[in-house]
């Protein structure tokens, strides 16, 4: 449970050598945290993030996580539940990006959507289900400004990640009732491997700054944080832009 201060003591990671994951997960490191749970598809590359974030009267665990491989995601959680106790806030961070071939590509295409889609909606469910048994927690999902409106570049990354939005938002409201909040956060482009030799998008940011955002709007409750701020009018506008002219733009 999260001590006086607001500062969880327990601390899953979903996606557990994500950049903008890790930076939430420093961001919340206090003197209160005992367990932190890397879930990573890579334990070796786990094992590295873990010695990143190493301090005394922490435990950090890595634990194998394949968020394609659904049919283990309740299992898994309720393991790390099983041995840590309760979960107070859960990170779900992991995606692929995909390039501008994957809408050409069904099986590449299938992947990315399996992952993204079907995969964090299983394992945001374990989560959910155990923090409700719990009666209190947190989830952060990582969503993206590139599901708010679709760019044509991208159409299956931007695709699953509108669909995880929507989801995380239903489930969020269903959840509130139980005593378990649901923040949505949705970055800009942000420097981080997923984006390693990309051009950078207007109003780029760090994972650092998306996790002060985020461990801010935790704090105050939100439901939803884009990062940076700005990005809300920003797409808000672009929402609106009639299809001929979004086309052209090149985003
Ligand atoms: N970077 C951006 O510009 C940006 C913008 C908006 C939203 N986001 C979202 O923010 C989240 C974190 O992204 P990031 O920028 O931190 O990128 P990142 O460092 O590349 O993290 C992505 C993570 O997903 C993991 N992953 C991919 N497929 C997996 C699978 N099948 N099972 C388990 N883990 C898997 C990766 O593990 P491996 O190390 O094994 O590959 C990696 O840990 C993602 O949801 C992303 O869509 C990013």
């Known amino acids: 449970m999260n001590n006086a201060l607001d500062e969880p003591q327990h601390i899953l990671l979903l996606g557990g050598t994500s950049d903008i994951g890790l930076a939430i997960v420093r961001e919340l490191l206090s003197p209160a945290t005992r367990t932190v749970v890397l879930a990573c598809r890579n334990t070796e590359a786990g094992e590295q993030a873990a010695a990143g974030l190493r301090h005394d009267a922490l435990t950090i665990e890595v634990v194998q996580f394949d968020g394609a491989a659904t049919e283990t995601h309740a299992a898994i959680v309720a393991d790390i539940a099983r041995r840590h106790g309760d979960i107070d806030v859960a990170i779900v961070a992991f995606a692929l990006l995909g390039d501008d071939a994957t809408a050409n590509d069904a099986s590449a295409a299938a992947e990315v959507a399996h992952v993204n889609f079907t995969g964090t909606v299983t394992a945001t469910i374990a989560v959910a289900n155990r923090l409700r048994t719990q009666g209190h927690g947190a989830i952060v999902l990582l969503s993206s400004v590139a599901g708010e409106r679709v760019r044509k570049g991208n ?30 956060v949705r970055p800009g482009f942000v420097h981080s491997a997923m984006t390693a030799g990309l051009q950078p998008a207007p109003l780029a940011t760090t994972p650092e700054k998306v996790a002060q955002l985020t461990v801010r709007a935790l704090r105050s409750k939100r439901r939803i944080v884009w990062a940076p701020g700005i990005l809300r009018f920003v797409l808000m506008a672009l929402r609106h832009t009639p299809g001929p002219l979004w086309r052209r733009l090149r985003l």
Do not use: E, I
Not at 157 to 174: I, N, R
């Open 155 to 184: 159409p299956v990354y931007g695709g699953s990640k509108a669909g995880v939005d929507g989801f995380a938002q239903g489930l969020g409201d269903t959840l509130a009732a139980d005593g378990v909040h649901m923040l949505v």
